[in-house]
C-alpha cells in the first residue's frame, strides 16, 4: 500500500477551510479543495476543545485509520483534492469504523457537489 500524503503547511489547511466544501457531522467535520497535484492528500486537525492531549491523539489515530481503511476499499472516492478532517468532541469516543461510515457519506455528497 502507497503511504497517503498529508497536508503540512497552514495555508493549505486554511485554504481548505475558506475556498473549500465541508459537510459537517457531531463526530466528524470533513472539508474538500481541489488541488494541482493530481493526488489525494490529507489532513487532520483537533483543537484542545477535544480534551487533553490523550484524547487529541486518540481522535487522530482514530480519523488516520478509518482515511486508511476507506482508500484501501474503495479508492475511487479519492480524486485530486486535499481533505482536512476536522476532530469534533465526540471522536475520541468513537470507533474507526463509525468515523469511515461518516467520511464515506461525507466524500459521497462533497464529490456529488463538486
Same mark, same amino acid.
Given at each position: ?11 493549505? /489547511?486554511? *485554504? !481548505?477551510? /475558506? ?6 457531522? &457531531?463526530? $466528524? ?12 492528500? /490529507? ?10 492531549? %490523550? +484524547? *487529541?491523539?486518540? !481522535? ?7 482515511? *486508511?481503511?476507506? $482508500?484501501?476499499?474503495? &479508492?475511487?472516492? /479519492? =480524486? =485530486?483534492?486535499?481533505?482536512?478532517? %476536522? !476532530? ?5 469516543? =468513537?470507533?474507526?469504523? +463509525?468515523?469511515? *461510515? ?5 466524500? $459521497? %455528497? $462533497?464529490?456529488?457537489?463538486?
Amino acid at each position: 500500500m502507497k503511504k497517503a500524503v498529508t497536508i503540512k503547511l497552514n495555508k493549505e /489547511f486554511k *485554504r !481548505a477551510y /475558506f475556498q473549500g466544501k465541508y459537510k459537517a457531522h &457531531p463526530i $466528524l467535520t470533513t472539508y474538500q479543495v481541489k488541488n494541482r497535484i493530481g493526488a489525494p492528500r /490529507f489532513g487532520i486537525t483537533t483543537s484542545k476543545k477535544i480534551g487533553g492531549a %490523550v +484524547e *487529541r491523539n486518540r !481522535a487522530r489515530r482514530i480519523i488516520k485509520a478509518a482515511y *486508511r481503511m476507506l $482508500l484501501t476499499e474503495e &479508492p475511487q472516492l /479519492f =480524486s =485530486s483534492y486535499d481533505y482536512v478532517f %476536522v !476532530a469534533r468532541p465526540l471522536t475520541p469516543e =468513537s470507533t474507526s469504523t +463509525e468515523v469511515k *461510515r461518516i467520511m464515506r457519506k461525507h466524500l $459521497l %455528497v $462533497l464529490l456529488k457537489k463538486g
